[in-house]
């Protein structure tokens, strides 16, 4: 730790802070907007005070400190995830301390590029049923992107972790994840904490979790009655052996694991791409370079992991939109030792709340930070760039373990369904973001699909 920090934090005062209550209509009418109007009222630092005061930090050097500090500093006791765990357990995503550090070690050979290349022929296979619907339309049928997006994810990351096992309870596990989701986002929006308590909420929520388990233990238990190996992450799940005592998982966690992927995995991918086709049907001149290069390094072929290379400007493509659209807009920590923000003192226990949405779109980091423009992302225009002021997957201990296999999906989708597919966003439809669990279109997304030729 810094040597000067006692003296720092003994003169430092307390950050800029809101009023009691602040904004509480305004943010829930419209999240997004409350909080910029926040961050360009008081800083980059500042004390929300809500029924459970909240400390913005929207600086990267902050944002840096915070995220790359081991969990005794700033961990994951948050409302959120305390929320989250009551259908996750202890998953990677809401596990702590020792024991994450011990799965994160166990699963992180999973999720390597050598692991996840396999994967794009069922991304590949899963595509081309859609595609295949989708030439079926009749001209000018309207379409809910945001459903399309969200089963074709859901397909893929159900069957890298099951294979074929999971098509017969794809749709209900589907059904079963909304409710989970929904019931997060109302019981964090309620910024409560009574679990136990019988509400319409809790019940749903607690109906829904005991659904999936008995399907999720289901698959498990056939899986290990068969004997069978498979190339998919049950198998690596169920074969993982730490290499310093030489355990495995035991049923829990395997469960834990899983249920944290298929949720963790599924609508933030879904989101991704949503708004990437969103993007690119807004800037005309962006889909013509895309398309060019689509066509002359693939010939109309589907792309595959190897293929990813030689399409640099798919890939910028995806990044500008996580960065105007972060699927992930918001990220919850809480500190356990006194600490000091751009001179200001943050105490032990407090709520920090990094929101990758406003960061990605911080004045001082971004030139024009509101134009859309994928040539921010060439690797000259990288090169200086704070490393801390775009964050779609989180950065530090804590990243986004799935990180790869989420850019290979994007890629390799967009790959697949552009060169054939005219997408274009029913006219008029109000494409705001809002701020949910994930990013979503505030009234979806409407669009009609045309073949190209
Ligand atoms: C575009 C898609 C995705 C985005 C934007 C995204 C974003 C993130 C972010 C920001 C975090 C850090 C959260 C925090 O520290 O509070 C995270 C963690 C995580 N993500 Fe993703 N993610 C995506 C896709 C995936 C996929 C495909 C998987 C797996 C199949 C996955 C699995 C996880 C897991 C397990 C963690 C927890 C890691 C840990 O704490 O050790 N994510 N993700």
Known sequence: MNERQPVELAAAPPPPTTPLLYGLVDYQKDSLRFLEHLIERYGDVLRWRMPITIHIVNHPDDVKRILSAPSERFSKQTIDYKILSGSLGKGLVTNDGASWARQRRLMQP???????????????????????????????????????????????????????????????????????????????????????????????????????????????????????????ILDRLMSARDEDDGAGMDEKQIRDEVVTLLLAGHETSANALLWTFEQIAQHPEVEARLLDELRTELDGQPALSGDLVRLPYLKQVVQETMRLRPPVWAIARRSHQDEVFQGFRVAAGAYMMIMPYMLHRHRDFWPNPLQFDPERFSPKRTENRHSYCYLPFAAGPRTCIGAGMAMLEIQLVIANLLPRFKVTPVPGHPLEPAAKVTLKPRYGMPVTITPRH
């Open 110 to 232: 999973m999720f390597h590029n050598r692991a996840i290349n396999p994967f794009d022929a069922p991304i590949n296979a899963l595509t081309n049923e859609l595609a295949a619907r989708w030439a079926q339309l009749a001209p000018g049928t309207t379409v809910a992107l945001e459903q399309e997006m969200s089963t074709l994810t859901f397909k893929v990351v159900g069957t890298t972790l099951f294979g074929v096992d999971v098509e017969p309870y794809a749709q209900e596990i589907a059904e079963i994840l909304e409710v989970i989701n929904i019931s997060t986002h109302e019981l964090r929006a309620l910024l409560t904490l009574i679990p136990w308590l019988p509400t319409p909420h809790n019940r749903r929520s607690h109906d829904a979790v005991r659904r999936l388990d008995r399907i999720v233990y289901g698959l498990i238990n056939a899986r290990r009655a068969s004997g069978e190996r498979r190339d998919d």
